[in-house]
């Protein structure tokens, strides 16, 4: 980050508060003009600062009411269960996020579900089943305070 000046920091916390930005609105809001703009955010997406562009879709409006956060805990610590358990992870459209964490669990899953009685069923017909799993323990999101905050800059 330290090849990156005031302008470069302010470009990237616009997008990062709007990717849907125009050019013309990123050049306004950082203070240069249309052309130094784009060719700086070129350069911050060829440099890797900026990964993708994607769009936050509404849970609730998708009928997903339940968000819960399971602890994994594996009885055997191999190596090749572990890659087979996380690749079958990033097959699963509804683990939203997956981490593998020290402590007492080995991995934490941030999981949407329609109801509770959805989220029960997956808990047991797909999460018990994953490679190496001995022990889940889940934790359920009563209320959002904040969500997909961006990365500090500065």
């Known amino acids: 980050?330290?090849?990156?000046?005031?302008?470069?920091?302010?470009?990237?916390?616009?997008?990062?508060?709007?990717?849907?930005m125009s050019n013309a609105r990123l050049a306004?809001?950082?203070g240069l003009s249309e052309?130094?703009?784009?060719?700086?955010?070129?350069?911050?997406?060829?440099?890797?600062?900026?990964?993708?562009y994607r769009a936050m879709l509404s849970r609730s409006a998708l009928g997903y009411g339940v968000v819960a956060f399971v602890y994994?805990?594996?009885?055997?610590?191999?190596?090749?269960?572990?890659?087979?358990?996380?690749?079958?992870?990033?097959?699963?459209?509804?683990?939203l996020s997956?981490?593998?964490v020290s402590g007492s669990a080995d991995y934490i899953l941030q999981i949407v579900a329609r109801d509770l009685d959805d989220f029960g069923t997956f808990l047991r017909d797909q999460l018990r089943s994953l490679p190496g799993v001995t022990s889940l323990e889940s934790a359920l999101s009563l209320?959002?305070?904040?969500?997909?905050g961006g990365l500090p800059l500065g």
Do not use: S, W
Not at 35 to 41: D, E, I, K, N
Not at 74 to 92: S, Y
């Open 143 to 148: 209320r959002e305070v904040k969500a997909n």
């Open 35 to 52: 052309t130094p703009c784009a060719r700086r955010l070129k350069r911050l997406e060829n440099d890797g600062y900026i990964d993708q």
């Open 98 to 100: 997956c981490h593998n």
């Open 28 to 30: 306004e809001t950082v």
């Open 72 to 95: 994994v805990r594996f009885a055997v610590h191999d190596r090749a269960v572990a890659t087979r358990f996380e690749r079958e992870v990033l097959a699963i459209p509804r683990i």
């Open 1 to 20: 980050m330290n090849d990156l000046d005031k302008v470069d920091l302010a470009i990237l916390a616009a997008l990062q508060n709007d990717g849907r």
